[in-house]
């Protein structure tokens, strides 16, 4: 049986797997999002709760770069990706 897993503990890996995929660095994503390196490696490690402005930024830039976050009705966690963002034109 599952305990209750802390929605920012979640949202950390949420945001570690989908930097991973993109292959973009902490300093990186936060350039993107308009946030500071240390609020992302402090939301990655658990070391704070983020604010709701902090993570709807962190979220939009990872959309906008092909990567959809979220979780299932059995609060499983999925990723989407668009193949046209991530991957190069062919041709």
């Known amino acids: 049986m599952v305990n209750y897993i802390p929605s920012s503990i979640i949202f950390a890996a949420k945001i570690r797997a989908a930097r ?4 973009w660095s ?5 350039e993107r999002a308009g946030v ?5 490696t402090r ?3 658990g070391a704070t709760d983020p604010r709701l402005s902090t993570m709807t ?3 939009e830039v990872i959309r906008a770069a092909g990567v959809e ?4 009705a059995n ?3 999925q990723f989407s990706i668009s193949r046209e963002k991530l991957l190069p034109p062919s041709g």
């Open 20 to 23: 991973g995929l993109l292959n």
């Open 26 to 30: 902490q300093g990186e994503l936060a």
């Open 36 to 40: 500071s390196k240390q609020s992302v």
């Open 43 to 45: 939301i990655e490690v």
């Open 57 to 59: 930024a962190l979220n």
């Open 69 to 72: 976050l979220g979780d299932d």
């Open 75 to 77: 609060g499983i966690v």
